[in-house]
């Protein structure tokens, strides 16, 4: 039975969870040296459809962060390549050595994105972002609804249309599916979309709230809150059915994150006040305090590569985005104004929200790009991996 002190807390988590975005004084921010950065030569791309995948190529290559455009003259790698009817040939050189060519088929748009994330691979071992989408929430139509678009801000579209609360989606890591909490129904329950045959179930429906889905790596589970038992708690869900309770005790939790390896869940609980991070084997079991040392933090988003958090922490009257290396236990600094921070594949970017905006954060720079505006308040992002 759902008491009204549970009412109380959960309604004080979800309004300290959902306060607007304050700008506060600048932060110390992670910076890198400028000599970290590939010296990359931008040759263009020639064709009859050149023009325009060289300029999104150029974007995306800006945006990598992990080179640096200069002249012929002083770079390491050259990239070029052409563009004519669907097929583009890409080309990266070192010197007169070839260290990439590859033929992508496509638009301009789509096949630039892929020889981007193909230099980027190549080049610094690391995975791109060029390809990936973001899904966040926008309130343009006067209700919140869950929008999609390119990395970069393009092609964006809205997925919902429930004139209800449409909140906390969360994209699958190949991005086909999309988990959404929605009150159609009156009260939260998790949805599912098929983003590639446009098909929609009401997955997670318990008696109370089911709201904050986020799926496994592999894209075959969620991990979301259920207060079907009276105190909102952390559950694994499985796209089929079934359902794994993986937390107890006080305080209401929230905000599931999963590792890479899927190992472990970083969630925020009010068990001890405000509300803190904990991490939890996936299997479930006892709740262990991350050290971030903030006295309020929420939104955990676990980076690839599995070496740091970036999660929400208050900050003069508002909300900051924080990262910390696991690896260090402990140190976490504070690297933008905003809010819902998420990573991105190459687990160097991080999306997040300024409430006007969706941006990007270079975390190692410190340079932060909006990349979807115009769309009212948008908050809420998450990335395909």
């Known amino acids: 039975?759902?008491?009204?002190?549970?009412?109380?807390?959960?309604?004080?988590?979800?309004?300290?969870?959902?306060?607007?975005?304050?700008?506060?004084?600048?932060?110390?921010?992670?910076?890198?040296?400028?000599?970290?950065?590939?010296?990359?030569?931008?040759?263009?791309?020639?064709?009859?459809?050149?023009?325009?995948?060289?300029?999104?190529?150029?974007?995306?290559?800006?945006?990598?962060?992990?080179?640096?455009?200069?002249?012929?003259?002083?770079?390491?790698?050259?990239?070029?390549?052409?563009?004519?009817?669907?097929?583009?040939?890409?080309?990266?050189?070192?010197?007169?050595?070839?260290?990439?060519?590859?033929?992508?088929?496509?638009?301009?748009?789509?096949?630039?994105?892929?020889?981007?994330?193909?230099?980027?691979?190549?080049?610094?071992?690391?995975?791109?972002?060029?390809?990936?989408?973001?899904?966040?929430?926008?309130?343009?139509?006067?209700?919140?609804?869950?929008?999609?678009?390119?990395?970069?801000?393009s092609n964006g579209r809205q997925i919902t249309h429930d004139n209800a609360l449409s909140v906390s989606p969360a994209l699958s890591p190949n991005g086909h599916r999309l988990a959404y909490t929605g009150y159609q129904a009156g009260y939260a329950d998790i949805y599912v979309i098929d983003l590639v045959n446009g098909s929609r179930v009401r997955l997670v429906k318990f008696p109370g709230s089911n709201s904050g889905a986020r799926f496994s790596p592999d894209g075959n589970l969620l991990a979301c809150t259920v207060s079907k038992d009276g105190n909102p708690e952390i559950y694994v869900v499985g796209l089929g059915g079934g359902a794994r309770r993986i937390t107890r005790g006080r305080g209401a939790k929230s905000c599931a994150a999963w590792s890479p390896n899927a190992a472990e869940i970083i969630y925020a609980s009010d068990e001890n006040g405000a509300p803190q991070l904990y991490r939890v084997p996936s299997g479930g079991g006892s709740g262990s305090l991350v050290p971030t040392g903030f006295g309020y933090c929420t939104e955990p988003s676990w980076s690839p590569d599995g070496q740091r958090l970036a999660f929400n922490v208050r900050s003069g009257g508002g909300f900051a985005v924080a990262v910390m290396d696991l690896n260090a236990g402990g140190g976490a600094r504070i690297v933008a104004q905003g809010e819902n921070p998420v990573w991105g594949a190459d687990s160097r970017h991080l999306a997040y929200s300024t409430g006007s905006s969706i941006s990007l954060l270079d975390v190692p720079t410190g340079k932060s790009i909006p990349v979807i505006t115009g769309l009212g308040k948008v908050t809420e992002p998450t990335w395909t991996r």
């Open 1 to 153: 039975m759902i008491t009204p002190s549970f009412l109380i807390r959960l309604t004080a988590i979800l309004a300290l969870l959902g306060v607007a975005h304050l700008r506060g004084a600048d932060e110390p921010t992670i910076t890198v040296r400028k000599s970290d950065a590939l010296n990359v030569a931008f040759a263009g791309i020639g064709g009859s459809d050149g023009a325009a995948a060289s300029k999104v190529a150029q974007n995306d290559l800006t945006l990598a962060g992990w080179f640096s455009l200069v002249q012929p003259g002083m770079a390491s790698f050259t990239v070029s390549g052409t563009m004519a009817g669907g097929l583009l040939q890409g080309t990266v050189k070192k010197g007169a050595e070839v260290v990439l060519s590859k033929s992508y088929t496509g638009n301009p748009r789509v096949a630039a994105h892929q020889f981007v994330d193909d230099i980027v691979q190549t080049l610094t071992g690391h995975k791109g972002i060029a390809t990936s989408t973001i899904a966040f929430v926008s309130n343009r139509t006067g209700r919140k609804e869950v929008y999609i678009a390119d990395y970069d801000g």
